[in-house]
């Protein structure tokens, strides 16, 4: 399990790490940020696709083509974790050496948006307090991480309890004739 585990989850957690880097780069150039979280989460999904490849090569290579629930839910949360802490990491190390201004530009990007939408008054003044909220979470590291694996790790645990559904399979009772 630990060498399926291992494998998926650090190719897992290239990819989605280098779509992110990637999308971070594009975005913050352009200071537009439109796009990026739908190319975020597909990226995420697509990563996530290796709990399934796990679960499955695990299942039929290592265990007799059987393997419980629990079990197939423990190796999608372990690749998950893998995965989720590259992805924390690249994006930590990207923000203080690469974008350290991210979130101004992030903040600066979403007002102009909110505006070309027609947001004024007192919605506008409400994401502005939001917005800045977030700001000042963002000069403390730990909110950071945290708040980076609270993007990443509801969508691995979704997948991880999806191909468990999907891929449990426990031995057949023998039957009497």
Known sequence: MKKVVITCGLIAGTIVSVFMLSSIAWSSSRDNFEGSMLVGYASMLLSFSLIFVGIKNFRDKYNHGLVSFGKAFQIGLYITLIASTMYVIAWYIDYHFFVPD???????????????EGVSGAELEKQIVELNSYKEMYKNPAMIILMTYMEILPVGLLVSLISA?????????????
């Open 102 to 116: 991210f979130m101004d530009k992030f903040t600066d990007a979403t007002l102009k948006e909110l505006r070309a």
């Open 165 to 177: 559904l999907l891929l449990k399979k426990q031995s057949q009772p023998a039957r009497v004739s």
